[in-house]
């Protein structure tokens, strides 16, 4: 298990109900972690449509997750 | 120079810091707030960002403008937070020796943005209701390739 913490935005953080959250997980990659939560928490975002950010940087689905890292999920993005 | 506001965006002092005597061109692309999107009356719009990973990107997309094209100077600024109609959402600014590469160059700034920036919207319609932007269960991922630009 690692430790982790997650920040939410947006459809995400509404639907998580909460801003940020520290987790113990056993989940190897931001793929496998997002379907932890997507199953706990009924986020409605299939995880193909889902990117990763692991300490401020984007990140691949299968990238390592590690011990201490503070990661966000970005729903489809919509600036301009 | 890339950044996130708070608060409303001043294109005028952001024109001032691109002056440049080597430039004969000056683009600049100013994204508003308007009342309809895909049939339904907008009041208002919200703009969330994960601002670290905004800037470092936006900074990124810069740079890649400057590499791309024959620029002198480029700003682009975006903003957060709770947008009434006809406000401004996001402002780009880029000199050049002559307009064809600022011209090419304001619109690659504004389409990367659209398109990579961690920035989601939300509207709030005149009926009551509100969405989130592209995150209905159908449509395109984050990062995908831009949509044609619809301002």
Redesign the interface.
Known sequence: MINVRI?Y???L??QRGQNEEALATAAATPTALYEELRARHGF???A????A?VN???VAADAPLRDGDRI?F??????? | MFSISAVPIDPAALQRRLADARAGACVTFEGWVRNLNEGQTVGALEYEAFVPLAESEGTKILAEARAKFDLLGAICVHRTGLLQLGDMAVWVGVTAAHRGAAFDACRYVIDEAKARLPIWKKEHYAAGTTAWINCATRGEAAGAPAAPPQF
């Open positions: 920040q935005f947006a459809i953080r509404e409605t975002l299939p193909d449509r889902i990117r950010a401020e940087t984007f966000v970005i729903p489809p993005v919509a600036g301009g």
